[in-house]
């Protein structure tokens, strides 16, 4: 991966918009920064960044906002900011298109190891060496035509806008088919860590996936009773839907 990560800072507070701009340069990323919701929509546009660091509370569009008006035209890794610690802002934030959140103070350390955990997932390209051995590089189930090479989706001729994080789980379940995956496993999965590691996933990081989930199964305009992908299992987690016969 020799070309050059965009980076793009969203934040109104000074030296909070430094610290951030510093840890994203130290990791290797070329940074822009904007102070205003309306500069970080313009930019994301312009730049088409890799990563976004987006504060919730800007002076003159809500956070929440930026992120819906960003997804209509980008599918940035987009780290949400926010200085309140309630969880609902978080899961606002996620369902506005976030992909991942830290409550601020955070620690810079971990900032950067979230935003290189991202950059260790696949990006939508023709990089087709990192697709998971686990899962064939085409896939259908169900109508679905899934691509893990191109990352793409495909239903009833039309591709489906997915996030990235959104594509992951959709890939993880479709690799392990009618096999259980926990919201902890899948959390996992999504910092690329391995699901027997046992780290520690904390309820919001579990919310963070039920709402990734809520947000893919309203996009495959799926049905919680009777599921075509997503199936929920009470209590533990998801799996693939099984194959319907008439596909
Ligand atoms: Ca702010």
């Keep these: 991966m020799s070309e050059v990560r965009v980076g793009l800072v969203i934040e109104d507070d000074q030296d909070i918009r430094e610290l ?6 130290q990791a290797g990323f070329d940074v822009h920064v904007a102070s205003t919701g309306s500069a970080g ?3 994301a546009r312009e ?4 990563v976004i660091t987006l504060d919730l509370g800007l002076p003159d569009i809500d956070g929440f906002e930026v ?3 960003i997804r209509k035209s980008s599918d940035a890794y987009i780290i949400m900011l926010t200085a309140r610690a309630e969880e609902l802002d978080t899961l606002m934030g996620l369902e506005a298109g976030g992909d991942d959140y830290l409550t601020k103070p955070f620690r810079p350390r971990e900032l950067r190891a979230r935003v290189e955990a991202m950059m260790r997932r696949p990006r939508a390209s023709s990089d087709s060496k990192s697709v998971p051995e686990a899962v064939d590089p085409e896939v259908s189930h169900n109508g ?12 009833n001729g039309t591709e489906l806008k997915l996030t990235r994080t959104e594509f992951d789980l959709l890939l993880a379940l479709l690799e392990t088919g009618r096999i259980v ?9 999504l910092r690329n860590e391995p699901y027997d590691v046992g780290s520690y996933v ?7 996936v039920e709402v990734h989930m809520g947000n893919l199964r309203k996009k495959l305009g799926d049905s919680i009773q009777a599921p075509r992908w997503l ?16 596909n």
Excluded at 20 to 25: A, E, G, P, Y
Excluded at 47 to 50: G, I, K, S, V, Y
Excluded at 181 to 189: E, I, Q, V, Y
Excluded at 202 to 208: L, P
């Design 231 to 246: 199936e929920t299992v009470r209590g533990v987690g998801y799996r693939l839907a099984p194959a319907s016969s008439n």
């Design 181 to 189: 995956r926990t919201k902890s496993d899948l959390a996992r999965r």
């Design 202 to 208: 904390s309820d919001a990081d579990e919310r963070a």
């Design 47 to 50: 730049l088409n960044p890799d």
């Design 41 to 43: 929509v313009t930019s």
């Design 67 to 69: 992120a819906r008006q």
């Design 20 to 25: 951030v701009r510093v840890v994203l340069s």
């Design 144 to 155: 679905l035509a899934v691509s893990a090479g191109s990352r793409t989706a495909v239903l």
